[in-house]
Nanobody, 121 residues
């Protein structure tokens, strides 16, 4: 089980950009599925984007065309480039890593502690 640490969150005005990073303490090569989730105040945690070793990528409809997820197995990192940010993108962003079944179940083996993203209007 890998340990995950997010970074790159912060405050930005609407229309701005942020890049989140997720660093793993161990090898992420064995993690078939990795993803970014977010939780806004008073709301449930929701999927933002995910990818698997096969190259499949899935985005929430609300972020399509604005966000891009990527992973670097050699560096044991995953990133989320967020452009054209909106106030509704505000929340705590979490990275997660899991096995192949995570793609269907949404259940992951490892979660980071989260990083706050605040977008002001």
């Amino acid at each position: 089980q890998v340990q995950l640490v997010e970074s790159g969150g912060g405050w930005v005005q609407a229309g701005g950009s942020l890049r989140l990073s997720c660093a793993a303490s161990g090898s992420i090569f064995s993690s078939s599925v990795m993803g970014w989730y977010r939780q806004a105040p008073g709301k449930q945690r929701e999927l933002v984007a995910r990818l698997n070793r096969g190259g499949n990528i899935n985005y929430a409809d609300s972020v399509k065309g604005r966000f891009a997820i990527s992973r670097d197995n050699a560096k044991n990192t995953m990133s989320l480039q967020m452009n054209s940010l909106k106030p509704e993108d505000t929340g705590v962003y979490y990275c997660a890593a899991g096995r192949a079944s995570s793609w269907q179940t949404g259940t992951y083996d490892s979660w980071g502690q989260g990083t706050q993203v605040t977008v002001s209007s």
